[in-house]
């Protein structure tokens, strides 16, 4: 499995920024895909998932927020992140549903983007 996730940058807050994550060496139609954050000094915490038909699933955090996507044709998915707040700083990776419960990045898991949400 290979995970490739870009976009991360610095931001305003209210501002919005749409992260990418390319997949690879897995069947990734067949996986249920979301993305998790590392905050600084605190644990991993799984943001939402998108199934294999497009539905999806969100934590109370970023519920309203945050929309999470997928494209099958091109093994991609993606984080629209929108009225963004400080609190939302940290590395984002993207990683199968199965991964949820980790209480840290897993090993087959990409390097991450990094958000900063700051004036």
């Known amino acids: 499995m290979q995970l490739v996730e870009f976009g991360g940058g610095l931001v305003q807050p209210g501002g919005s920024l749409r992260l990418f994550c390319v997949a690879s060496g897995f069947n990734f139609s067949a996986r249920v895909m979301g993305w998790a954050r590392q905050a600084p000094g605190k644990r991993l915490e799984w943001l939402g998932h998108?199934?294999?038909?497009?539905?999806?699933y969100y934590s109370e955090s970023v519920r309203g927020r945050f929309t999470i996507s997928r494209d099958n044709a091109k093994s991609m998915v993606y984080l629209q992140m929108d009225s963004l707040k400080p609190e939302d700083t940290g590395v984002y990776y993207c990683?199968?549903?199965?991964?949820?419960?980790?209480?840290?990045?897993?090993?087959?898991w990409g390097h991450g983007t990094q958000v900063i949400v700051s004036s």
């Open positions: 998108v199934y294999r038909d497009s539905t999806t």
């Open positions: 990683a199968p549903e199965t991964d949820a419960g980790y209480s840290r990045p897993g090993d087959s």
